[in-house]
């Protein structure tokens, strides 16, 4: 099956650094979207991106779909404490019942 | 108003024994999911339902069916718990916009088999 390969797997940052991860795929996807998870809670979508080349700003956040459609980057700028918690990528290839494919995800942890 | 509503939050169980889980969307979505996720985290897709239909099915046990009684619903049962089960499980559900699809999850499920 399809794997996603994210990294890095976790973040060790200060206070209003900038933070970047990747996902990079075997295969093509049609969707990239970006979810954050904080402990205790289910993945919420951040950004969702679907044509390559795009770049999209939510707040912080920007995120692009790779010109290959096998990557996608997620950058969070001036990071602050509610920032931590765990980042996902997520493609889509199929057709709409077919499931999202999760990247293993990016621990951000902020030190004061 | 949650939009993926999941019950209940926390299960804690004997291994043998038969339990569920069920799931609510009130975003009048056609699809709904169950993943699960493992101790490190990682989310897999267990089933898809589109319109009551099942849809996908990936390589898990015949002990989990999922029932699905109308579109807003999507259940999990569990037949004959086993240590391995323990996890937290996921509904999301989605909508299919000609090339754009978006998915919502609920808050989870931690079931712990003991």
């Known amino acids: 099956g399809q794997q996603l390969n994210q990294s890095p797997q976790s973040m060790f940052i200060q206070e209003g650094e900038d933070v970047s991860m990747n996902c990079t795929s075997s295969?093509?996807?049609?969707?990239w979207l970006w979810y954050k998870q904080d402990p205790g809670e289910g993945p919420v979508l951040l950004i969702a991106?679907?044509?390559?080349?795009e770049l999209t700003s939510n707040g912080r956040l920007t995120a692009q779909f790779g010109i290959t459609r096998k990557d996608s980057f997620l950058n969070i700028s001036a990071s602050i404490p509610s920032d931590v918690g765990i980042y996902f990528c997520a493609g889509h290839s199929g057709g709409g019942a077919d499931g999202l494919t999760f990247g293993k995800g990016t621990h951000l942890i902020i030190q004061p | 108003d949650t939009a993926v509503s999941q019950t209940p939050k926390y299960l804690v169980t004997q291994m043998g024994n038969d339990k569920s889980i069920k799931c609510e969307q009130n975003l009048g979505h056609d699809t709904m999911y169950w993943y699960k996720q493992d101790s490190k985290k990682f989310l897999k897709i267990m089933f898809s339902?589109?319109?009551?239909?099942?849809?996908i099915n990936e390589t898990v046990p015949n002990r989990f069916s999922p029932k699905s009684p109308d579109k807003a619903h999507l259940n999990l049962h569990i037949n004959s718990l086993e240590l391995g089960d323990s996890a937290v499980y996921f509904c999301?559900?989605?909508?299919?916009?000609?090339?754009?699809?978006?998915?919502?999850f609920g808050q989870g499920t931690r079931l712990t088999v003991v």
């Open positions: 339902y589109n319109n009551k239909e099942l849809i």
């Open positions: 999301a559900s989605s909508r299919w916009l000609g090339d754009r699809t978006e998915a919502f």
């Open positions: 295969s093509i996807f049609n969707t």
């Open positions: 991106l679907y044509k390559a080349g």
